[in-house]
């Protein structure tokens, strides 16, 4: 599947889904704005690896590209992971409710035993 057809949801756990993408997202976030420059120089990856990287979180939405002249800045997008947290949100009530019902369930049974 080619990344660049798959919708935003997709998009953003596909990004999120490296761990490269993780820790840029977090220096962002620690440093509030970074240049891609920056960025290359506290890795240990070459300059286009890092673009690749950038690429990915912009296109998911997790950030958003500033150029002033020739300075690419860097800043998490205010909105970028509200659409994942609510999507896990949706999941973790759905599994606690499944839970509470098969703990109740199991309660039930034990005692007609």
């Known amino acids: 599947m080619a990344i660049q057809n798959i919708d935003s949801l997709d998009k953003k756990f596909h990004a999120l889904g490296d761990s490269s993408r ?7 976030s620690k440093k509030q704005r970074c240049t891609a420059g920056e960025l290359v120089d506290l890795f240990s990856s070459s300059q286009p690896t890092i673009s690749k990287h950038l690429k990915v979180l912009e296109s998911a ?12 800045n860097f800043t998490l997008a205010a909105d970028g992971l509200k659409e994942a947290d609510a999507w896990i949100k949706r999941h973790i009530i759905f ?5 509470d019902r098969l703990g109740q369930f199991l309660d039930a049974n034990n005692k007609d035993s």
């Open 22 to 28: 993780r820790e840029i997202l977090a220096l962002i």
């Open 61 to 72: 939405g997790l950030i958003i590209r500033h150029i002033e002249g020739r300075h690419h």
């Open 95 to 99: 599994w606690e409710n499944s839970l």
